[in-house]
């Protein structure tokens, strides 16, 4: 069955960097495109990033662009995550989708897989 793994999390200071990663398995990773999601407490889960399937085309949340870059490995088949500059309204469990059809997509019900989940902390 396909799983999405995802890692990195944890408590950064305000300001710290994270990269936090996403193996996959039970698919053809490069057939998928990859989505990274935040939810908060209390809050709706919402899109982060996105990743086309060959990695030539992405997407970004307008409260991360710039501080946050989305990145695949097909040959390791794990899609990445760095977030820079990181701020405390970046805390949030992040999880990592995969999406059957090729466009990258910002809406949660364009995804057909999900992860767990890791958490971010960021501390100010």
């Known amino acids: 069955q396909v799983q999405l793994v995802e890692s990195g999390g944890g408590l950064v200071q305000s300001g710290g960097s994270l990269r936090l990663s996403c193996v996959a398995s039970?698919?053809?990773?490069?057939?998928?495109?990859m989505g990274w999601f935040r939810q908060a407490p209390e809050k709706e889960r919402e899109f982060v990033a996105a990743?086309?399937?060959?990695?030539?085309?992405?997407m970004y949340a307008d409260s991360v662009r710039g501080r946050v870059t989305i990145s695949r490995d097909n040959a390791k088949n794990t899609v990445y995550l760095q977030m820079n500059t990181l701020k405390p309204e970046d805390t949030a469990v992040y999880y990592c989708?995969?999406?059957?059809?090729?466009?990258?997509?910002?809406?949660?019900?364009?995804?057909?897989?999900w992860g767990q989940g890791t958490q971010v902390t960021v501390s100010s």
């Open positions: 989708a995969a999406r059957t059809v090729a466009p990258v997509a910002r809406s949660k019900s364009a995804y057909n897989y």
């Open positions: 039970g698919l053809t990773f490069g057939g998928y495109a």
């Open positions: 990743i086309s399937r060959g990695g030539d085309s992405t």
